[in-house]
Every structure is written in C-alpha cells, then in structure tokens.
C-alpha cells in the first residue's frame, strides 16, 4: 500500500509561481512518481515523472517552466514536489500525484507514462491561474 498526500495548491496570476508537494508513505522504497492534471471534461494529462535515479521528463507544454523534484528516492517515505514557474491560465486544473510501485521504471526525457500505469494517487490539489 502507498499513500500520497498533495499540498501547496491556490490561486496565483499570470507569470506567477506555485510550489506543489507530495507526501508519499507506505511499505515500497521502489517507485516511479508523476505529477499529472485534469481539467473537467478532459483527460488526465501527464506533466511531469522522475524515478529513483532522479531522472526526469516533462510535457512539451511545460518544460522550461516546471520543476519535478524528490526528497528521499528509494525510501518508503518521500515528498515529491512540482515547482512551477511562469504559470499560465492554461496550467489551470486539478493536479494530482501518482506512483507506480509495480514496474522497474526508467523515465527517459521525453516520455511520459499514461494513467492507466499508476497505481495509486493522491486525492489532488487545485491550481488556479488569472490573467
């Protein structure tokens, strides 16, 4: 079992930044971990995953712009956070983190897993960005 906690949502305006952290618990210290977000009436999107070696690979729309970052890789307890810089109205949705206990992951810039590869999630936080 694994459980994640998101913090650090709100309202900021155009060309702000937010800090997002994940607090993730549980029996593995083996994982992959991602930050994804919804908007109603779309899909889940991936912005951002690292594994235990701390790669990195980010969503075309947001590179350059987010940071995803870990505390603790390869330890039962851990905080991801999701540093976003320059926010745009369009960042605006609900954004939840994700981990993949399950698969020997090696996240290769560029790619990012979908949904259906996460097992277990966080209950999310809402990130609103004025113009």
């Known amino acids: 079992q694994m459980q994640l906690v998101e913090s650090g949502g709100g309202s900021v305006q155009s060309g702000g930044s937010l800090s997002l952290s994940c607090s993730v618990s549980?029996?593995?210290?083996?994982?992959?971990l991602a930050w994804f977000r919804q908007v109603p009436g779309k899909e889940r999107e991936a912005v951002a995953a690292?594994?235990?070696?701390?790669?990195?690979?980010?969503?075309d729309n947001v590179k350059g712009r987010f940071t995803i970052s870990q505390d603790n890789a390869k330890s039962a307890k851990n905080t991801l956070y999701l540093q976003m810089n320059s926010l745009k109205p369009e960042d605006t949705a609900m954004y939840y983190c994700?981990?993949?206990?399950?698969?020997?992951?090696?996240?290769?810039?560029?790619?990012?897993?979908?949904?259906?590869?996460?097992?277990?999630w966080g209950q999310g936080t809402q990130v609103t960005v004025s113009s």
């Open positions: 549980g029996t593995y210290d083996s994982y992959c």
């Open positions: 690292i594994d235990t070696d701390d790669n990195t690979s980010y969503a």
């Open positions: 994700a981990a993949d206990p399950f698969t020997v992951c090696s996240v290769i810039p560029g790619e990012l897993r979908a949904e259906y590869e996460y097992n277990y």
